[in-house]
């Protein structure tokens, strides 16, 4: 186990490697620079500024300078949009809100949808798996930003119960909506592998001999049925955990969260190279992280698997 | 969203077993697809969304891309689905023909969903296949290759594609593509590792058939019942995702469309009183979802059916 | 644009009231003194001298204060200078500062604006807007900001603590319209020395306006508290701002229903006339100095058929204004057929030919200009129109497109962000391209400059005369009838396609008062507005 830890994680760095020099060269690569503007800025400014940025360094003197800076300072740059700000500070204040109600979704998806998918299961055909069935899979087509609009018209226009937007750690009722708004369509699909797999393992025969001896019912689903049923599940977090950050972008936009998925956008955007690398990184380390807790929850749950 | 990576090996694997026992696993299959009525409705549904999305032309008033004058300026009254004025879906904010430009939406985005899922299954295949052939050093290099490429932000990535090199419908197949390969590659990997070592393959082997020419005439054949179901349910992704990147208005050029182009304009204006400009494009966007889910899962059923 | 030197040797000494906020007869004034003010994108820096955006320049004026003020009509009024004079030959301004502090305590002085001006013109600044200092024409800003002067030499000295001395290369009708502009505003050189870049933020910035920073969200929210040591701070009455960021503008208009937002500077394409309907006391438009136009690429690596002024003039023809304005914007605007905004103090409207024309009788010309071009059903023109990404450019775009389409030029639509379409721009990789030029200050140079050869200029369009004119206009007593001929070149050669003149689709807050309608700049203090009880 030791072993195969310690192998991922020196997957992960050539992994980083590859991604930052990918996106260094993508982003040198495209046209417009972080200081196109209308009116072109004089000779001198322009070269103060890429002086400053380091910007008329060779690209691979660049690259160098930036990853010797991330390794001996943990220093990921200035911002060239929000000059006022470093990478550090947007990161610092962006990443968590974003992972504020990232986990929060994460869990309330999780509790819903695995509640939504046993209860299916539990009673197969019956009107209320017809209910969690619809349920799940409209819940899993209606993209978020439809979702995100129909709820601050409701509840913050209508009914008045919601702030519309922004944000606060201190008051949950900032936190209501961004996380409906995120974890629904996870809830949908984790719905959906729960029920599946829960049927299986229900109609499998160490469940059959677990009825036969008579245990109750309740007690063959959490302590017999619940824990492989868990399997798919799992393996289906690693990835879902990195896909809600990306799909924070919409949370962000329509609720002004100020979480780092629309400080990614804009990044992109505005040619603001060292924005968009730090949170290119930070995803990409998130990615590896979570891929790698899948994997080690997926061999204690599953003693058959070893790595 | 998500297809579940254990059900596709089990169906991998049993796909290979039949095969190799001689007994094609097909016929069995359409019977029992044709008794999953989710999957028979799933599949009338997509029938008739291809219809529409091929022939609905013929029955529109107006092209997609007309402003009709008339209606501009005040379309929160007069732009409403009509018989009448020829707008059986009402317009959009600048008087132009909804039926039209849904209609074009829709092959649009199941053109980017189909191109998409195909090009992640054939790269998948090919990779995959190739990696458990070849074997030994080679499979080593190229599945850590995978490793190190399933750690990478792909939803960042295409974005940063779509605005360093402009939006095109080129970008869009190939970076939506781009996206689900890996996942496949591991599975016809495994499987192919399974296959090679067969009496079949070995015999071609002696007679002296090119390694490329096993790959494409006898590993890969063996695989098609997981690539098409894999590639069924690829499709719904692709087409999430296209609505994810049209949302942030990355999508396809104007005047073309696309069912994410679509419904993002219509959320936008939903408290305006032009609830049509979202129900329709929203209304054909789910209930192909919902076909693909219910024609891929049946087809997974069908081919890897528990009770056997 | 009144001349400020005149033919006798007298100095002009200017004490009006200044402005501040004085409620008026009958008004009670509400227990809630705070604004919720909408913007778009988060606040990108508050630093006067580095800021290039409007949002956060509507911030900064809030949190600093220049020489001048604008009043609610956009009329200069004294901000931290109290008087000034203007030498005879229109060359040396002369400010008096009055006593006020800095948020610190510290006091104002003139040599927080000479370091301020030195440090927007110094290149090692590297300030997006250095080049504002040299529109002033204040002398040796051009060198300093090409680094070929220090930035002591600048034309801007303190001859004591209060009095501050301006030196212009030229005489400029408009030097003291730019004086309300965010880059001249002082900044506080103890404290930027000691803080470096992080000077402005919440609790180490130290400004001299009527508020101070209490707070600031990135992407969330900015507040701003009354500043006590503030000269004024006796008739300030509003306590407190806030700059709400909501990134889409439909969420925002929801939440201004709901109370959220007290005011929204501008609204989603469209919906201006039904809000108005709802909405009587809330909705308002007012004409802002932007102008919105298709410029035609006439440099060398551009099309062939745009250097035919046939072709630009078809062109410009088949779009219908009306039809822009009425039926897809909504909000106030206004046709466009010449390029300087209509609101422009002292600018008078030129004679344009096509606006008296109907869209039919344009139509039937463009057709035929095109036919006698070359093009026509055998040999269609066929062009791109590139835009930058957003709704309503987006609308407009696909409005053009149809226009074009039915005098049978083939458009392909270019969407692109921002910073890509600039470049595209400004490398001259375009046919049409969108493009609109919001004044700089309340003058009609501020528009007709750039078409001048050498000015920004995108399209390259190149024209002795219009430079001659406008060389005159910037000495000549009474401007507006060069810039009257100036448009008339500029028409006559259709260097651009003129589309619509701006106007704010605004909702302002039924008992919010002071917001300043008439300054076509949307030059706006919040010290100068107060809300009102039921």
């Known amino acids: 186990m030791f072993a195969f830890v310690m192998r991922r994680l020196a997957v992960a760095i050539p992994t980083l490697l590859l991604l930052i020099i990918f996106s260094f060269i993508l982003m040198h690569l495209a046209p417009g620079g972080p200081f196109s503007q209308e009116r072109e800025l004089p000779a001198q400014v322009l070269a103060n500024l890429n002086e400053k940025y380091g910007l008329n360094d060779p690209l691979w003197k660049q690259i160098w300078n930036y990853l010797t800076g991330i390794v001996l300072h943990f220093d990921f740059g200035p911002s ?36 939504l998918g046993v209860i299916a299961a539990i009673w197969h055909n019956s009107w209320l798996d017809y209910l969690a069935v619809g349920i799940s899979i409209g819940a899993q087509v209606l993209p978020n930003f439809v979702m995100a609009p129909i709820l601050v018209l409701v509840f913050t226009l209508w009914y008045r119960l919601l702030p519309g ?23 949908a699909s984790i719905a959906r592998i729960t029920r599946s797999s829960m049927l299986e393992v229900l109609g499998s025969n160490h469940i059959r001999t677990a009825r036969a001896k008579g ?45 780092i998925g629309k400080a990614f956008v804009d990044s992109a955007l505005n040619r603001d190279y060292a924005v968009m690398m730090g949170v290119t990184i930070l995803v990409g380390a998130l990615t590896i992280l979570f891929n790698l807790i899948v994997d080690i929850l997926y061999a204690w749950i599953d003693p058959k698997i070893r790595y | 969203m998500v297809i579940q990576q254990d059900k596709m090996q089990s169906l991998a694997a049993r796909m290979a077993e039949d095969e190799v026992k001689g007994r094609s696993p097909w016929a069995d299959a359409r019977k029992r697809f044709l008794r999953n009525r989710a999957a028979m409705a799933g599949l009338v549904i997509l029938i008739l969304v291809a219809l529409f999305a091929l022939f609905g032309n013929r029955f529109a008033a107006w092209s997609n891309e007309d402003l009709d004058f008339n209606v501009m300026g005040q379309v929160a009254t007069m732009g409403m689905p009509s018989v009448e004025n020829g707008h059986y879906f009402g317009t959009d904010d600048l008087g132009r023909d909804l039926f039209a430009r849904t209609v074009q939406g829709t092959q649009i985005s199941l053109m980017v969903g189909i191109v998409g899922a195909a090009i992640a299954v054939i790269a998948g295949t090919l990779y995959g296949a190739t990696a458990g052939y070849v074997g030994g050093r080679t499979d080593q290099l190229m599945m850590r290759a995978v490793d190190i490429l399933m750690a990478i932000p792909y939803m960042f990535v295409l974005i940063l594609l779509l605005v360093m ?13 781009l996206i689900s390969w890996l996942d496949m590659s591991r599975i016809v990997r495994g499987q192919t590792l399974s296959l090679k070592n067969r009496e079949f393959i070995e015999a071609a082997r002696a007679t002296g058939v090119p390694a490329w020419r096993i790959i494409l005439r006898h590993i890969v054949p063996n695989l098609l019942g997981v690539v098409a179901v894999y590639a069924t349910l690829l499709v719904p992704l692709m087409i999430l995702t296209e609505s994810f990147i049209s949302f942030l208005g990355l999508g396809v050029q104007e005047p073309l469309t696309s069912w994410g182009a679509l419904i993002s304009e219509g959320a936008r204006t ?39 | 644009m009144t001349r400020l030197a005149t033919a006798t040797a007298l100095a002009i ?26 913007i778009l994108d988060a ?41 000034w004079e203007v030498s005879e030959d229109g060359l040396t301004y002369t400010f008096h500062l009055r006593d006020a502090k800095w948020s610190n305590g510290d006091p104002v002085t003139a040599g927080d604006f000479v370091y301020a001006w030195q440090r927007a013109a110094n290149p090692a600044t590297a300030s997006e807007y250095a080049w504002f200092i040299e529109l002033m024409n204040i002398v040796n800003a051009a060198e300093i900001v090409a680094g070929e002067k220090a930035p002591e030499e600048l034309g801007a000295k303190a001859l004591d603590d209060k009095t ?106 469209g919906q201006f006339p039904r809000l108005q309907g709802e909405y009587p006391d809330q909705a308002v438009s007012t004409p802002w100095a932007c102008s919105y136009s298709y410029l035609f690429n006439l440099s060398d690596k551009g099309p062939e058929a745009l250097k035919d002024l046939r072709v630009r003039q078809a062109l410009s023809y088949a779009i219908d204004r009306d039809i822009i304005v009425d039926k897809i914007l909504q909000g106030g605007q206004k046709p466009a057929y010449y390029w300087t905004h209509w609101a422009i103090e002292g600018f008078e409207a030129p004679e344009i030919e096509m606006a008296g024309w109907s869209q039919a009788e344009r139509m039937e010309k463009a057709k035929a200009l095109l036919a006698e071009a070359g093009y026509g059903p055998d040999n269609p023109l066929t062009l791109t129109i590139q835009y930058n990404t957003s709704e309503d450019h987006k609308k407009l775009a696909i409005a053009v497109q149809q226009f074009w389409k039915a005098i049978g030029v083939n458009v392909t639509l270019n969407n692109y962000e921002w910073k890509v379409h600039i470049d595209r721009l400004n490398n001259q990789d375009f046919e049409v391209a969108r493009y609109a030029w919001c004044g700089d200050y309340n003058e009609a140079s501020t528009f007709l400059d750039y078409f001048r050869s050498g000015g920004y200029n995108q399209g390259k369009y190149s024209n002795a005369d219009y430079d001659k004119l406008l060389a005159d206009a910037a000495t000549a007593e009474n401007p507006a009838d060069l810039y009257k001929q100036a448009e008339q070149i500029l028409v006559g050669d259709m260097a651009l396609a003129p589309a619509y003149h701006y106007a704010q689709a605004q909702m302002i807050n039924a008992d919010l008062r002071g917001v300043p309608l008439e300054n076509v700049m949307s030059t706006w203090y919040a010290k100068d507005m107060y809300r009102v009880a039921e």
Not at chain 2, 294 to 306: I, N
Not at chain 3, 25 to 38: R, Y
């Open chain 1, 80 to 115: 060239f949009v929000y000059p006022d700000r470093t990478v550090n500070e947007l990161i610092a204040s962006g990443f968590p809100v974003t992972l504020t109600y990232g986990t929060l979704s994460f869990i309330v998806a999780i509790l819903a949808g695995v509640s």
């Open chain 2, 165 to 177: 090199f402009g939006r095109s419908i080129a970008m869009l197949f190939l970076g939506i593509g």
């Open chain 3, 164 to 269: 501050l001395e301006v030196t212009l290369i030229k005489p400029t009708p408009y030097f003291l319209k730019t004086l309300s502009h965010a880059t001249t505003y002082p900044t506080p050189q103890k404290v930027i020395e000691a803080e470096g870049d992080a000077w402005t933020q919440p609790g180490k910035m130290v400004g001299n306006g009527a508020y101070v920073l209490e707070s600031h969200e990135l992407g969330v929210q900015a507040t701003a508290v009354k500043n006590e040591n503030y000269w004024d701070a006796a008739n300030t009455v509003m306590d407190k701002v806030t700059f709400v960021t909501v990134n889409d503008q439909n969420i925002a208009l929801t939440r201004y229903l709901a109370g959220e937002i007290d005011w929204m500077n501008t609204l989603p394409a």
């Open chain 1, 215 to 259: 245990m109750p019912e309740h007690r063959v689903i959490i302590r017999h049925a619940l824990k492989p049923a868990m399997l798919p599940v799992i393996s289906y977090l690693g990835p879902v955990f990195v896909s809600m950050i990306t799909g924070s972008v919409v949370i962000d936009i329509y609720f002004s969260t100020g979480g």
């Open chain 3, 43 to 83: 606040i990108k820096s508050l630093d006067p001298q580095i800021t290039s955006s409007r949002t956060d320049s509507d911030m900064i004026r809030q949190l600093f204060e220049g020489l001048l003020n604008e009043d609610a009509k956009g009329a200069m009024i004294p901000g931290a200078a109290e008087s």
């Open chain 2, 270 to 308: 939903m408290s305006y009183g032009t609830l049509w400009q979202l129900a329709f494009p929203l209304f054909f966007f789910c209930i192909t979802l919902f076909g693909f889910f219910f024609v891929g899962d049946g087809l997974r059923d069908a081919l890897d059916p528990k009770d056997r």
């Open chain 3, 13 to 38: 000494v200017l004490a009006l009231p200044s402005h501040g906020a004085t409620p008026a007869e009958g008004d009670n004034l509400a227990e809630n003194q705070e604004l919720s003010f909408w």
């Open chain 1, 165 to 187: 937007g922004g944000w606060s750690f201190t008051d949950p009722t900032f936190w209501i909506m961004p996380v409906i708004a995120l974890a629904t369509s996870y809830m």
